[in-house]
């Protein structure tokens, strides 16, 4: 089933989104309870990269063979690829155990230098941005926000996710949402099914891009990647994916500046808007809009195959 | 009286005797058959609110129970906050009110109440609804009044995609205009729509009526133009009058579709295949 959720504070404002989501995604947690996931926007730092990686999942923290030094190991690998390649790490952070917060200067090739470390066993860099942060871990979104500190995030806008896995495992890899690899500061998240996804994922492998689950939804991030490489604005891109994806979705991307909604042409996924003046909020549900808006305020589904974009 | 009685000595129900039915007959002379036999003696006079904010979806839907147990026949429910599944399975008579916005499948599965919800409600709201009225001032979302068999159910603004799916009856009204697939095997009932519809209106509709206001963005399999007849425009007038609403155009620019019947054909097998399934 799945439940999505997006904010956006008009104008340039800033809020504590970090809070803001995880009272929305509580509110969906009927919705899946397998994992949540956040992708927050923050104001960043010009010419500092944020990344966000994890090096295990947690299953493998409880059951790996010598996991804890692994970890460690992962890790220290991770600092020697960065140091090789030249980005000059000012701050390192441990989330948890296994999934790490950097920030690093780096002047050449980005794609090359994440390449390069994921090229490492278990690594998964789950995001790079300027102010992007991408955060996802098994449980609801009150434990993952606690364990990861996102109370006092303050940013633009954020889009998360709560799921019930139906097409891949239980697992940190499968967890929403998607980073748009290896773009800045684009993240997906998607509600429904994808019926062609072999046939797209195959076509865009076979383009050099790289998937690293099995879960269908992961195709729109590649996707909305792919067709910015080519050029595309965000628009543009995703009124082009309610043709090209076939199958059932609603799905939000959020790049550094940009909150983006796409519906199928069925309408078969749910979808509930709020829109006044400094803030638009969407969400699966009304009742994840009404967790930060208390007062009563006016709703309404957006039609199929419609494509909203808003600007921070 | 006298059909009822004749098919009973007729023999035709003599299951219900064993107890394998649930079939229930009422009789027009007799006023109290018209409310089930566990319904509530309630007075519309007797009024009752109460604030739902910090009660969960079984609180606020026993309190129902409980207030028209204790003979409450009008009763208001603030600040519903868009929780799902309120108001859901009464089989009673009463004024009810919800001043707020509700979340899915609100007021589901009714046989009786007169409902006003001063917001929105969420995906499929008075879903089953048998009889009575659901009036909600503000939008309705997708699959408004699937499956509905009877009563009025109205939204003043705008409702999501396959309104009215699978209807079987009575009559639904919006204000604003629809998405894709509304009134998607539709069976009976009528439907009003004053504003513009999505894709696929009518889709594989087997019966009924479906009366437009607005513009169509295009018509489903087998749902044709007929005409307006003087009927049909007292009809309408009387139903929008009721509920004080407005054709955007004037009731001459109303749109009235029906199946074209060209889907029945469930029993026009070939005589060769007639003969297998015999």
């Known amino acids: 089933m799945c439940g999505i959720a997006g904010l956006i504070w008009k104008g340039g404002v800033t809020s504590d989104i970090g809070s803001e989501m995880t009272q929305m995604l509580q509110a969906l947690k009927h919705r899946g309870p397998d994992s949540t996931g956040f992708a927050l926007y923050g104001k960043g730092e010009e010419g500092v990269h944020v990344l966000r990686f994890k090096v295990a999942e947690q299953e493998e923290m409880k059951t790996g063979f010598d996991i804890h030094r692994q970890v460690i190991e992962r890790k220290a690998a991770v600092d020697t690829r960065l140091e090789e390649m030249g980005a000059e790490v000012t701050t390192r952070e441990d989330a948890t155990e296994y999934a790490f917060r950097y920030h690093f200067k780096f002047g050449g090739d980005l794609k090359r230098l994440i390449d390069y470390i994921e090229d490492l066993d278990s690594v998964e860099i789950l995001s790079v941005g300027k102010g992007l942060e991408l955060i996802k871990d098994l449980g609801d979104a009150a434990l993952v926000s606690e364990q990861y500190g996102l109370s006092g995030f303050v940013g633009t806008h954020a889009i998360g996710h709560t799921r019930m896995a139906t097409e891949s495992d239980v697992d940190i890899r499968s967890a929403h949402p998607y980073w748009a690899y290896p773009f800045n500061d684009v993240s997906v998240v998607h509600n429904g099914q994808l019926t062609n996804y072999w046939t797209n994922r195959r076509d865009l492998e076979r383009r050099g891009h790289r998937f690293m689950s099995n879960c269908d939804s992961e195709l729109i991030a590649v996707y909305i990647a792919d067709r910015i490489d080519q050029g595309d604005e965000l628009e543009p891109a995703m009124k082009r994916s309610i043709e090209k994806l076939d199958g059932v979705f609603t799905y939000l991307v959020a790049t550094s500046d940009q909150l983006g909604m796409a519906k199928d042409v069925m309408a078969a996924k749910p979808m509930v808007l709020y829109e006044s003046d400094e803030f638009v909020g969407l969400a699966s549900e009304e009742v994840a809009i009404r967790s930060i808006f208390p007062r009563e305020i006016d709703t309404w589904d957006p039609y199929q195959g419609e494509v909203k974009v808003w600007a921070a | ?278």
């Not at chain 2, 059909?3 to 129900?13: I, N």
């Not at chain 2, 999501?160 to 009134?183: E, M, N, W, Y």
């Not at chain 2, 009809?235 to 407005?246: A, H, I, Q, S, T």
Request: some cysteine; hydrophobic content about 35%; proline content about 2%.
């Open chain 2, 1 to 278: 009286m006298g059909s009822v009685t004749t098919s009973h000595e007729m023999g035709l129900h003599e299951e219900q005797l064993t107890g394998r039915t649930q079939q229930m007959y009422f009789s027009a002379t007799e006023e109290e058959n018209y409310t089930y036999p566990w319904g509530y003696e309630v007075d519309y006079a007797n009024s009752a609110e109460f604030d739902a904010a910090d009660l969960s979806i079984s609180e606020i839907n026993l309190k129902i129970r409980e207030l028209m147990q204790s003979g409450h026949g009008t009763i208001t429910v603030k600040n519903p906050r868009a929780k799902h599944s309120l108001g859901v399975g009464i089989l009673n008579r009463l004024n009810l009110n919800f001043e707020g916005s509700l979340g899915y499948f609100g007021c589901g599965l009714i046989d009786g109440p007169n409902v006003r919800i001063t917001g929105r409600v969420g995906w499929s709201c008075a879903e089953n609804m048998m009889a009575g009225t659901v009036v909600i001032e503000k939008n309705a979302g997708s699959l408004f009044g699937a499956a509905i068999r009877g009563g009025d159910l109205v939204c003043k603004g705008q409702a999501g995609a396959r309104v009215g799916i699978d209807q079987k009856g009575g009559t639904i009204i919006v204000g604003g205009s629809v998405g894709a697939f509304t009134g998607f095997m539709m069976q009976r009932g009528r439907m009003i729509l004053l504003g513009d519809t999505g894709d696929n209106l009518g889709d594989s509709m087997y019966d009924g009526t479906i009366y437009v206001g607005g513009k169509i963005a295009s018509l489903g399999v087998d749902c044709v133009e007929t005409e307006l007849t003087d009927l049909d425009r007292k009809y309408l007038k009387g139903k929008l009058d009721l509920y004080g609403m407005e054709t955007p155009n004037g009731i001459d620019s109303i749109i009235k579709l029906t199946s074209g019947k060209q889907l029945w054909n469930y029993d026009n097998l070939e005589p060769t295949e007639k003969k297998l399934v015999l």
